[in-house]
C-alpha cells in the first residue's frame, strides 16, 4: 500500500475505515440523492441503508440521509458528502463547491469528507480543484481524511490515460484516499496515483460482472471498493455485499463470490 504519512487524529479516522485484517475496505455509497433524488433504490434511505451497512466498512451519504436514516448508534465510520452544486438536470452537471462546512462534518463525527472534482469539463474544473483544494486547507486543520472523488463529465472516456491523470491531480492536490473508475489497464492508474485507490461501482451491471470488475481492481492494486448502484439496486442487496465481502477481505475468485451470493439468495 501506498504510505500517507498523518498525525494521530488523521490516522485514527483514515485507519477506522479499512478492515484491520485485509487491509482493504467497503464502502457503501447511498450519497446519489444529493444530485439524482429518490433514485431508484434509495426511495426509502433506511431500507436502503439497513441491514447491507452491516457487511461494509464505511457508510458515504449526505448529512441530510445520515441525520434522517441512520442510528446514531452505527458503529460504522461516515464518509460525509460535502460537495454539491447541480442536479441531474442541469447540463454542467457536477460542477461543485463546498457544500457543507467542516465544523458540521465535525460535529457529525465523520472520519472522512467527500468531495468531487470534475477534471477535463471546460465549466467546471477550475472551480472543483480550487474548491477541493480549499477543503483540504480546512479538513487538515482538524485531522480529517479527504476521500477526492474523480467525477467523469459527460463526454469524456474513462480510459487509463484520463483515469490515471485524473487521479493523480486529484492525489497531488492533497486527498488522503481517490476514488476512481475502473477501466482497461487499471495498473497505469494505480502505479501513478500518490495516494491510495478505491475504485466506483457505477451504473448497475449484472452480478458476476460487478464481481469481476471488483476483482480486477484489487487485482490491480486498488485497497478497496465503494459500492452504491451495484448492491442498493440488487434483488439482494445484503448478499451482494456479502458476496463482495468475499473478494475484498477474503480474497476470494470471482467464482466463489457468485456462488456464495447464489446460495445467500436461495436462502
Known amino acids: 500500500m501506498k504510505q500517507v504519512h498523518m498525525d494521530w487524529g488523521m490516522e485514527n479516522r483514515y485507519n477506522s475505515v479499512f478492515n484491520p485484517k485485509s487491509g482493504r475496505t467497503i464502502f457503501f455509497a447511498v450519497d446519489h440523492g444529493y444530485f439524482m433524488g429518490p433514485t431508484t433504490g434509495l426511495e426509502d434511505m433506511t431500507k436502503a441503508i439497513h441491514p447491507a451497512i452491516d457487511y461494509a466498512d464505511a457508510l458515504m451519504l449526505t448529512r441530510g440521509a445520515l441525520r434522517s436514516a441512520v442510528d446514531p448508534k452505527l458503529k460504522k465510520p461516515i464518509s460525509l458528502r460535502v460537495s454539491s452544486g447541480t442536479s441531474i438536470l442541469n447540463e454542467d452537471l457536477l460542477h461543485e463547491g463546498i457544500s457543507v462546512g467542516i465544523e458540521e462534518a465535525v460535529r457529525l463525527n465523520a472520519a472522512f469528507v467527500a468531495f468531487s472534482v470534475t477534471v477535463g469539463m471546460p465549466l467546471s474544473e477550475r472551480d472543483t480543484v480550487l474548491e477541493f483544494s480549499r477543503l483540504i486547507d480546512q479538513a487538515e486543520r482538524y485531522g480529517i481524511p479527504t476521500l477526492g472523488v474523480v467525477a467523469v463529465g459527460r463526454g469524456l472516456n474513462r480510459d487509463a490515460r484520463y483515469l490515471s491523470l485524473a487521479t493523480r491531480m486529484v492525489g497531488e492536490l492533497g486527498a488522503r484516499l481517490v476514488k476512481t473508475y475502473y477501466c482497461e489497464d487499471f495498473e497505469r492508474v494505480i ?25 480486477d481492481a484489487l487485482d490491480a ?32 475468485s470471482v467464482d466463489d463470490a457468485y456462488a456464495y451470493y447464489q446460495e445467500l439468495m436461495g436462502k
Open 191 to 215: 502505479d501513478t496515483s500518490l495516494v491510495p485507490v478505491v475504485i466506483a461501482g457505477g451504473k448497475k451491471i449484472p452480478v458476476k460482472d460487478a464481481l469481476q470488475m471488483a476483482r
Open 221 to 252: 492494486g486498488a485497497v478497496g471498493v465503494d459500492m452504491g448502484r451495484n448492491v442498493f439496486q440488487a434483488d439482494n442487496p445484503v448478499a451482494m455485499m456479502q458476496a463482495i465481502g468475499k473478494l475484498v477481505h477474503e480474497d476470494g
